[in-house]
């Protein structure tokens, strides 16, 4: 059974994750704070090395648009910095990491697929 490390433990998207993986096949590894903190990267590395995922999923993130504003570093750790940290250790295990994104971002009216450069 392929072994999926799933961020963000009780987080909406992992959750849902934990019941569905199982029924494709997969062995779900859940991981959440505070074992796996973005803010303390020792906790991403000791989790990844422990666990030794075959892929990654990236569920956790800083979610609260409003206070993502009145502090901009702690999110840009969350939903930048630290997932830079998981792509650089799949990177070095050889093995994907899928990142998730959302339309939140985007008002969709590019016509075109958005890049990470976009405003
Ligand atoms: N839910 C949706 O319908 C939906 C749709 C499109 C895209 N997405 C995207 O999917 C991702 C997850 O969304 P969600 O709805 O599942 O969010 P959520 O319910 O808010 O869960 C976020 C998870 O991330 C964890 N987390 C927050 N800050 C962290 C940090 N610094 N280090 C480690 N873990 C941290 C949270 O832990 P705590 O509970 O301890 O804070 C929680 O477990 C986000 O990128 C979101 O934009 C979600």
Not at 41 to 53: E, Q, R
Not at 106 to 112: E, F, H, Q, R
């Amino acid at each position: 059974m392929r072994r999926i490390l799933v961020t963000g433990q009780g987080g909406q998207l992992a959750t849902g994750l934990a019941e569905s993986l199982p029924a494709q096949g997969f062995e779900a590894l859940l991981v959440g704070q505070p074992d796996f903190e973005f803010d303390k990267p020792a906790t991403v590395i000791a989790a990844f090395a422990a666990l030794k995922p075959e892929a990654v999923v990236n569920c956790a993130a800083w979610t609260a648009v409003d206070a993502a504003e009145e502090d901009e570093a702690g999110a840009f750790r969350a939903n930048a910095l630290g997932p830079a940290l998981l792509a650089k250790l799949c990177a070095e295990a050889g093995i994907p990491l899928i990142q998730i994104s959302t339309d939140y971002v985007y008002d969709g009216l590019k016509g075109a697929p958005y890049l990470e450069s976009d405003l």
